[in-house]
């Protein structure tokens, strides 16, 4: 089965309120639902839940979930992402975060060079790079960000 990105949004989000309904009563999961940003990527995603924390699940082969580790996310795990972020895209293998200063931090995948970090190691932890001030960031599958 081929399931385009908008089938796979409307599949995360599906998944979300079906781990809330088993968390919260069914007036509350519907408030999240309504609440949560969700960003997803080639086989990873990050929600902000509205409380301000972030959650993410997905393969986590190159360190894509900012997690620490390469162990993939079955379910929702909450992760910790830098202070004031309020963006994740999601590559292929790797995610850019993007805070309300305009600063821009990278995890996962770097075969290529995405992370501008001047190697090409993976990192499995959020990573500053040198960017400042930027308005908004976006990721692709795997060659750049």
Do not use: C
């Not at 409380?51 to 393969?59: E, M, P, S, V």
């Not at 790797?94 to 931090?105: D, K």
């Not at 990278?106 to 501008?116: A, F």
């Amino acid at each position: 089965m081929k399931i385009n990105r908008k089938g796979l949004k409307v599949l995360l989000l599906a998944t979300l309120l079906i781990v809330s309904a088993l968390v919260y009563n069914d007036s509350q999961a519907a408030v999240l639902a309504e609440s949560m940003e969700i960003y997803t990527g080639w086989n990873h995603a990050f929600v902000k839940m509205p409380d301000g924390r972030w959650q993410a699940w997905g393969l986590n082969t190159s360190g894509q979930l900012g997690n620490g580790t390469t162990t993939n996310a079955l379910k929702p795990i909450r992760v910790n992402v830098p202070t004031g972020t309020k963006k994740i895209v999601a590559g292929e293998s790797h995610s850019v975060a993007l805070t309300a200063t305009g600063e821009v931090w990278v995890t996962g995948g770097n075969t290529y060079g995405q992370l501008e970090l001047g190697h090409y190691s993976n990192v499995t932890s959020w990573t500053k790079i040198s960017q400042t001030g930027v308005k908004d960031v976006t990721a692709s599958r795997v060659l750049h960000s």
